[in-house]
C-alpha cells in the first residue's frame, strides 16, 4: 500500500477497489527516470504514473503506465515488454482444461480486478485495451494463423493454453471498440466456447456495475452469461415464437374431412412454405387438377399464383383452361380474364424476344422471388420437372443434383412463406405389358429424394374410360394437414373441373 500515492489510492478506492487488491496484484506508483533514449519507469510513491505489472510464473515480463495530463488519459508499455495478457498465471489453472469453470477476459485491468475480487478468480485482461474502430467500418479482420505481432498478439503468444481451455466468457466493454474485440476473439476462439455477458441499463463494463448496483450485480452479469450463437446448434430457447401451421382448404369439401378418421383436420390442406410433389401418367389430369386447386385457394383466400408452364403454353393453352375451369367455356369474357389477371402471374421467356434465355431452376427461383416483391405470390408451380434446363455440376450425380434443387425449392418457400407445387412425370416402368400401373413418388426419373423430402406427396390418374379421377394421397408429413389415402372425383372434360361425385360410399377408398 505504501508503493501507491494517495491520488492512486483515491482512483482505486473511486471504483470500488480496495487498494489492498491493488498490493496483491503488485501495482505501484512510480515515475519516470533517465534521458532519452533510455528513460524508464522506477517505483516512486510521490511520482504521478501507475504502474500495471504482468507477472507469468512470478516474473515481471511486462509493465503498463496509466498517467494523466491536463484531464487527457496515456497509455504505454514498457520497451520490450512481453504482449501478454493480465493475470496471465490464470491460464494455466487445471480447472479451465477439465471446464469446471470458465476463463473470464475484460478489457480493462480494473474490470479484471472486479471480477477477481468478486469470486472469479480466473480473469485475464487484454493488453492494450479494444482495437479502434474506424469511421468507415472498414477495418479488415485480422488472420489468427499469421497474428505473431500486433493487437492480438496475446492471443498468438499464449494459443497453445488458449487452446486447451474449454470455455470463456466476455466481458468487454459494452461500445463499439469492445464489440470489435469481443469479435475478433470469437472468431479466434471460437464460438462454441464463447459466452458474452449483459449489462444492466447504464452500465458499459464491470466497473459500472460495482459502482452502480454492487458485488452481487457482478456475479449476476457473470453467472447468467450467455452462448454465443453456433450456426447449426440451437437450445429451445433459441427458436423464435412461430406460429403453428395454418393450413388452408384446396376447396373441396371431401378434402376438409367428413369421416371419423378425418374429421379432426381433413384429409388434404395446403400451407404456407410447403413442398409438394404431384405425379402421374402423362395426361392423366395432374396439371389441370393442380389448376383448379389454384382456382379454389384464389376464389377462397385471395392467393396468387405464380405458374411455370414448360408443356403448355400461357396463350391460348392455359389461359383457356382456366377460362374453362372459372367460367365453364373457353370464350373470352372480361370478367374470367379479370379474375387470371388478378389470381395468377405466369413465368416465362419474354414472346416478343427471338433469343430465350435457357430456363433453369435458378431462373425461376429468381423470377418467382421477383413475384414475391411485385405480385405477393402465396404459391410456385412448376409444370413439369422434368423440362427445366437443369444446370447439373459436372461432379455430382444426378441424385445429388436433385437433392440440392430440392433443398433451393424448399429454402425459397420458407423464406417467402411460398407453397411450392412440382409436378413430376413418372418413368416408363409404370408400364407392364403394354398396361399402365398407378404410379408412385418413386417413379419419378432421378431420385427417391421426390417421397423422402417433400411435405405432400399425390398421384393423380384417371380411369381409361369415363369420368373417374383418383387422388392418391401417399405423403403427408404433418398430420395437421392431412392423413394418407385415396379420394375418388369425376372429371368434367368441358368444363376442365374436378368435382365431387355423389355417392358418399364410393368418395374414400382408404390406403
Known amino acids: 500500500m505504501t508503493t501507491l500515492a494517495t491520488r492512486h489510492v483515491e482512483f482505486f478506492e473511486g471504483r470500488g477497489i480496495s487498494p489492498e487488491l491493488a498490493a496483491k496484484f503488485e501495482i505501484y506508483t512510480g515515475t519516470l527516470v533517465g534521458e532519452k533514449p533510455n528513460r524508464h519507469v522506477v517505483a516512486n510513491p510521490c511520482g504521478n504514473i501507475l504502474v500495471y505489472p504482468f507477472i507469468e510464473h512470478g516474473v515481471t515480463v511486462n509493465e503498463k503506465y496509466r498517467t494523466e495530463r491536463d484531464g487527457e488519459k496515456f497509455f504505454w508499455h514498457r520497451k520490450g515488454g512481453k504482449r501478454t495478457f493480465w493475470n496471465a498465471d490464470a491460464l494455466d489453472d487445471p480447472a479451465l482444461e477439465s471446464g469446471t469453470l470458465a476463463l473470464v477476459i475484460t478489457e480493462g485491468i480494473e474490470d479484471g480486478m472486479v471480477a477477481v475480487d468478486c469470486g472469479w478468480p480466473l480473469t485475464v485482461s487484454v493488453p492494450d485495451g479494444a482495437p479502434p474502430v474506424p469511421k468507415d467500418g472498414r477495418l479488415p479482420p485480422l488472420d489468427p494463423q499469421t497474428e505473431a505481432n500486433g493487437k492480438f498478439e496475446f492471443l498468438w503468444l499464449n494459443r497453445d493454453r488458449l487452446k486447451r481451455i474449454k470455455r470463456f466468457i466476455l466481458a468487454v466493454d459494452d461500445d463499439g471498440p469492445g464489440q ?8 479466434r476462439l471460437g464460438a462454441v466456447r464463447c459466452q458474452f455477458v449483459t449489462f444492466p ?13 454492487g458485488r452481487e450485480a457482478v456475479n449476476s452479469v457473470l453467472r447468467d452469461a450467455k452462448q454465443y450463437p453456433v450456426r447449426g446448434l440451437y437450445r429451445l430457447s433459441e427458436y423464435p415464437a412461430l406460429p403453428a401451421l395454418h393450413p388452408i382448404s384446396i376447396g373441396w369439401p371431401m378434402f376438409d374431412g367428413e369421416t371419423a378418421a378425418s374429421a379432426n383436420n381433413g384429409w388434404l390442406k395446403l400451407f404456407p412454405g410447403e413442398f409438394l410433389v404431384v405425379t402421374g401418367i402423362p395426361s392423366h389430369g395432374k396439371s389441370t387438377w393442380v389448376l383448379n386447386v389454384l382456382v379454389n385457394i384464389a376464389n377462397a383466400y385471395g392467393w396468387r399464383s405464380a405458374i411455370f408452364s414448360a408443356e403448355m403454353p400461357t396463350v391460348p393453352h392455359l389461359r383457356d383452361k382456366l377460362r374453362r375451369i372459372i367460367s365453364g367455356s373457353a370464350a373470352a369474357c372480361l370478367a374470367t380474364d379479370q379474375i387470371i389477371e388478378n389470381s395468377f402471374t405466369f413465368i416465362d421467356n419474354d414472346p416478343n424476344d427471338a433469343d430465350e434465355e435457357d430456363i433453369t431452376l435458378e431462373w425461376i427461383i429468381e423470377k418467382a422471388r421477383d413475384a414475391v416483391l411485385r405480385d405477393g405470390i402465396r404459391v410456385l408451380v412448376i409444370d413439369p420437372w422434368n423440362e427445366i434446363e437443369h444446370a447439373r455440376r459436372r461432379d455430382e450425380s444426378l441424385t445429388e443434383y436433385i437433392g440440392r434443387a430440392i433443398r433451393m425449392l424448399k429454402r425459397f418457400g420458407r ?6 407445387i412440382v409436378l413430376a412425370h413418372p418413368t416408363k416402368d409404370v408400364w407392364e405389358h403394354g398396361r399402365a400401373r398407378t404410379a408412385t413418388l418413386y417413379d419419378i426419373e432421378g431420385s427417391a429424394h421426390w417421397f423422402n423430402k417433400c411435405d405432400h406427396g399425390l398421384v393423380i390418374e384417371r380411369a381409361p374410360e369415363g369420368n373417374k379421377a383418383t387422388v392418391h394421397i401417399a405423403k403427408v408429413r404433418f398430420e395437421e394437414t392431412g392423413f394418407k389415402g385415396a379420394i375418388n372425383m369425376q372429371f368434367d372434360a368441358q368444363t376442365q373441373r374436378f368435382e365431387e361425385i355423389t355417392d358418399k360410399q364410393k368418395e374414400m377408398a382408404l390406403g
Not at 201 to 213: E, F, I, P, S
Not at 415 to 420: D, G, L, P, R, S
Request: net charge neutral.
Open 180 to 187: 470489435r474485440l469481443a469479435a475478433e476473439m470469437v472468431r
Open 201 to 213: 441499463a447504464g452500465c458499459k463494463d464491470l466497473n459500472d456495475v460495482l459502482r452502480q448496483y
Open 415 to 420: 423464406q417467402y412463406e411460398v407453397a411450392v
